[in-house]
Protein backbone atom coordinates (compact mmCIF):
# COMPACT_ATOMS: atom_id res chain seq x y z
CA UNK A 1 0.00 0.00 0.00
CA UNK A 2 1.07 3.29 -0.78
CA UNK A 3 0.33 6.49 1.74
CA UNK A 4 0.77 9.79 0.17
CA UNK A 5 0.08 12.56 2.78
CA UNK A 6 0.57 16.50 1.21
CA UNK A 7 1.20 19.57 3.79
CA UNK A 8 1.36 22.69 3.75
CA UNK A 9 3.36 24.82 6.34
CA UNK A 10 3.74 28.13 7.46
CA UNK A 11 6.62 29.18 5.75
CA UNK A 12 8.46 30.10 8.54
CA UNK A 13 7.32 26.75 10.16
CA UNK A 14 9.07 24.81 7.27
CA UNK A 15 12.72 24.14 9.03
CA UNK A 16 11.33 23.45 12.26
CA UNK A 17 9.52 20.58 10.13
CA UNK A 18 12.64 19.28 8.27
CA UNK A 19 14.47 19.29 11.84
CA UNK A 20 11.60 17.48 13.03
CA UNK A 21 11.52 14.51 9.99
CA UNK A 22 15.08 14.70 10.23
CA UNK A 23 15.06 13.26 13.72
CA UNK A 24 12.80 10.56 13.07
CA UNK A 25 12.77 9.30 9.27
CA UNK A 26 14.84 6.60 10.08
CA UNK A 27 12.67 5.26 13.06
CA UNK A 28 9.93 5.75 10.48
CA UNK A 29 11.10 4.02 7.82
CA UNK A 30 12.51 1.47 10.38
CA UNK A 31 8.76 0.66 11.67
CA UNK A 32 7.10 -2.83 11.17
CA UNK A 33 5.52 -3.02 8.24
CA UNK A 34 7.25 -0.07 6.53
CA UNK A 35 9.64 -0.39 3.47
CA UNK A 36 9.74 2.89 1.10
CA UNK A 37 9.84 6.31 2.74
CA UNK A 38 10.52 9.62 0.66
CA UNK A 39 10.10 13.43 1.53
CA UNK A 40 8.87 15.38 -1.38
CA UNK A 41 9.00 19.32 -2.03
CA UNK A 42 6.78 21.03 -4.19
CA UNK A 43 8.88 22.47 -6.84
CA UNK A 44 7.16 25.99 -6.57
CA UNK A 45 5.91 26.44 -3.10
CA UNK A 46 8.74 25.92 -0.76
CA UNK A 47 6.41 25.19 2.34
CA UNK A 48 4.41 22.21 0.45
CA UNK A 49 5.74 18.35 1.42
CA UNK A 50 4.56 15.39 0.54
CA UNK A 51 5.68 11.82 2.32
CA UNK A 52 5.48 8.70 -0.10
CA UNK A 53 5.32 5.53 1.88
CA UNK A 54 5.17 1.98 1.30
CA UNK A 55 3.19 -0.19 3.85
CA UNK A 56 2.92 -3.73 3.87
CA UNK A 57 -1.17 -3.51 4.12
CA UNK A 58 -3.29 -1.01 6.18
CA UNK A 59 -3.00 -2.76 9.18
CA UNK A 60 0.64 -2.00 9.37
CA UNK A 61 -0.12 1.66 8.79
CA UNK A 62 -2.53 1.42 11.72
CA UNK A 63 -0.54 0.03 13.75
CA UNK A 64 2.11 2.81 13.34
CA UNK A 65 -0.53 5.55 13.38
CA UNK A 66 -1.53 4.17 17.09
CA UNK A 67 1.98 4.38 18.03
CA UNK A 68 4.07 6.78 20.27
CA UNK A 69 6.26 7.41 17.44
CA UNK A 70 3.46 8.72 15.32
CA UNK A 71 1.74 10.59 18.13
CA UNK A 72 4.81 12.39 19.04
CA UNK A 73 5.76 13.35 15.53
CA UNK A 74 2.12 13.92 14.15
CA UNK A 75 1.42 16.01 17.56
CA UNK A 76 4.68 18.10 16.58
CA UNK A 77 4.24 18.83 12.94
CA UNK A 78 0.13 19.83 12.68
CA UNK A 79 0.98 22.97 14.90
CA UNK A 80 3.16 24.38 11.86
CA UNK A 81 0.21 23.29 9.53
CA UNK A 82 -0.85 26.46 7.19
CA UNK A 83 -3.84 24.55 6.04
CA UNK A 84 -4.90 21.04 6.80
CA UNK A 85 -2.82 18.23 5.45
CA UNK A 86 -4.52 15.98 2.60
CA UNK A 87 -3.55 12.19 2.84
CA UNK A 88 -4.35 8.70 0.83
CA UNK A 89 -3.82 5.63 0.23
CA UNK A 90 -3.41 4.04 -3.25
CA UNK A 91 -2.29 0.52 -4.78
CA UNK A 92 -0.16 0.39 -7.65
CA UNK A 93 -1.54 -1.11 -11.17
CA UNK A 94 1.10 -0.55 -13.00
CA UNK A 95 4.65 1.04 -13.31
CA UNK A 96 6.46 1.46 -16.83
CA UNK A 97 10.24 1.11 -16.69
Given at each position: ?53 HWKDE ?39
Open positions: MIRVVRMIFEEDKVEDFLKNFHQHKEQIRNFPGCSHLELWQDENSKNIFMTYSEALNQYRDSELFKSVWSYTKQLFLEKPIAFSAKKIEELP
